[in-house]
């Protein structure tokens, strides 16, 4: 009798009983939400390096590939695109023929010219050479400059911009207020794969200050803040000349102009 009085005086009772367990299943649902929380932002924070490694990966691979181009094309450069005499590019089944269709065949797989942090309406749609009907997608473009260009004539191929991360047909309001065009249909959907200028189509005009599609987002108004976004936390990526990489921000889509015309990253010679 007296152990079970003994047992019976140690449980907790009534009120103070069901007030534990609801405090405690606060406490629970609370550190579950912040490791869940926690789990978010390092996810984030993982992926975005994880896009960043493999964007630097496929512009490496593009360089390797375009020297393969160079060594069988007497060192020069593919066309940025094959073109209309207004220089629009000429497209096959919706789909223009570009330095990327000349150069996929060097790569090390088809989707190394999508960066993983482009978004789908980003992506220009290019011909695949060995299969027409499939689509190769680009979230880099190469810049007019250097279209058909000898390589060993360009001045500073260190400071020189050979392609970087654009955005397709002001996908995501960037800057794009020269779209290519055709005579009879307006404008051309694809123009990703190109990084042009904000006047002149074939070549830079006079007034030109700012490089156009590269992809920084909320540009298309001219707005190049140096806070402003890019693909990737410090910007885009942006392959030189002589083969390595960099970043860029917004307000370094600036023109530079020097004794010979345009010098610096957006240099024409």
């Not at 789908?120 to 290019?126: C, G, L, P, Q």
């Not at 260190?158 to 794009?176: C, F, K, P």
């Not at 307006?186 to 700012?210: L, M, S, T, Y």
């Not at 156009?212 to 707005?223: H, N, S, V």
């Amino acid at each position: 009798m007296s152990l079970g009085g003994s047992v019976a005086n140690d449980r907790p009772e009534g009120p103070s009983s069901s007030y534990l367990t609801r405090k405690q299943l606060y406490a629970l649902i609370v550190g579950a939400s912040i490791f869940l929380l926690l789990f978010a932002l390092w996810y984030v924070i993982m992926k975005g390096q994880s896009d960043k490694a493999l964007c630097r990966r496929n512009l490496k691979d593009a360089f390797t590939a375009m020297g393969l181009y160079l060594s069988q094309n007497d060192d020069r450069y593919p066309p940025v695109a094959h073109q209309l005499p207004n220089g629009a590019p000429l497209l096959l089944d919706g789909k223009a023929f570009t330095w990327a269709t000349l150069i996929q065949g060097g790569m090390s797989t088809r989707r190394s010219l999508v960066c993983p942090s482009s978004h789908e309406d980003e992506r220009a749609r290019n011909v695949f050479f060995e299969d027409s009907n499939a689509t190769l997608l680009t979230a880099y473009g190469m810049y007019m400059a250097w279209s058909s260009y000898e390589q060993g004539k360009i001045d500073a191929p260190s400071r020189a911009v050979l392609l970087s991360e654009t955005s397709n047909h002001g996908a995501r309001d960037t800057y794009n207020p020269i779209p290519f065009t055709d005579p009879e249909d307006g404008a051309i959907p694809q123009d990703g794969f190109a990084i042009g200028w904000d006047q002149g189509v074939i070549e830079p005009g006079e007034d030109a200050q700012w490089v156009t599609r590269l992809a920084f987002p909320g540009t298309a108004g001219r707005k190049f803040e140096a806070e402003g976004k890019g693909r990737h936390d410090g910007g885009l990526f942006v392959l030189f000349a002589d083969g390595h990489l960099g970043m860029i921000r917004p307000p370094e889509a600036k023109i530079e102009r020097g004794t010979y015309g345009l010098s610096g990253y957006w240099a024409t010679r």
